[in-house]
């Protein structure tokens, strides 16, 4: 059997196609989904126009892809991989890291969804180590949630589309200044998620003090409670959470994060999730504190 590989600065409407068949069959085997929402978005709609895509055809048909991004200047370009699961176990795995390798010039931060056996092993073989890992915890939300109070002069409303985003980048720029894989949103990536079907402003919390806004806890339903297309019931996720450098140590981010857990649980989900840094202790203390329990693990690889 012959192999090759092709790539790609933007992909056209068949082959987006063919890589989200790649990518559903993936998922369904391993029970995790390959791609983050980053590269899913990019996938679809375009973005930096540096990122490349990076596709492996096993005699013409597509066995595999991955995405390579120059996330971070500092730290290197980051990318994901995944093989169809029909063309596993033939060296692809191998085939298209190479690929990746070649062409992010020897500097690489490589994701792996699910800490599965087969990707460390993989991973290993080039000499990549492992450098990070990213916990995604679960809790229930028919367990009691605590009450929560806002800081003294902080209120708290909701999002509003074309008049909050401006606003909004200032703040997440500020409260993810060292997380450059959030901190560096730009207005496309806002809107872009804002013309996602997932988007509701109504479970998107804003504080404010003042004419300030200060914090934010934007939630996420995966899923409908008419749709079953995820493979499972409906999850809600603390999307993310931030607070300005001004106001952490107020109680403000428990208390958006409640406000945020309040919603969920009013529109009928049962269990919420989230995703945060191994690294991250104190964030993963106030979780814990909050009912949360670590449940998969997304891990990263480096060169050495």
């Known amino acids: 059997m012959s192999a090759h590989v092709e790539i790609r600065q933007r992909l056209d409407d068949p082959e987006i196609a063919e890589v989200l068949r790649l990518v559903e069959a993936a998922t369904q085997a391993d029970g995790v989904r390959p791609l983050n929402e980053h590269v899913m978005l990019h996938l679809r709609y375009g973005g930096d126009v540096r990122a490349r895509s990076i ?7 597509l066995a ?10 500092v730290e290197g370009p980051s990318a994901e991989l995944v093989i169809h699961p029909a063309h596993r176990r033939s060296g692809n795995g191998a085939r298209l890291l190479r690929a990746v390798l070649d062409l992010a010039d020897g500097r690489l931060r490589l994701w792996a969804h699910g800490d599965h056996v087969a990707a460390g092993a993989l991973a290993a073989s080039f000499g990549l180590e492992r450098v990070r890992s990213l ?11 605590a009450a929560y109070t806002l800081p003294e002069g902080v209120r708290m409303r909701t999002f509003v589309p074309g008049q909050d985003e401006e606003s909004w980048l200032k703040v997440n720029a500020a409260a993810f200044a060292h997380h450059p894989e959030q901190g560096a949103w730009t207005m496309d990536d806002l809107l872009r998620r804002e013309r996602e079907p997932w988007f509701d402003p109504e479970g998107f919390f804003l504080a404010v003090r003042g004419d300030r806004l200060v914090g934010f806890h934007w939630t996420k339903i995966h899923g409908s409670t008419e749709s079953t ?15 300005d450098p001004s106001q952490q140590g ?24 989230l995703y945060v840094d191994e690294a991250n202790t104190a964030a993963i203390r106030l979780y814990e504190g909050l009912g949360f329990a670590r449940w998969d693990v997304d891990v990263m690889y480096a060169i050495a």
């Open 229 to 243: 297309e995820h493979g499972h019931e409906p999850l809600g996720e603390v999307y993310v959470v931030g607070v």
């Open 55 to 61: 596709l492996l055809f096993q005699d013409d048909v």
């Open 135 to 145: 916990w995604q915890m679960r809790r229930s939300l028919f367990a009691p949630l």
């Open 250 to 273: 107020t109680g403000l981010g428990k208390a958006l994060t409640l406000a945020g857990l309040d919603h969920l649980r009013a529109r009928g989900l049962a269990q919420a999730m």
């Open 64 to 73: 595999g892809y991955a995405h390579v991004d120059p996330t971070d200047e």
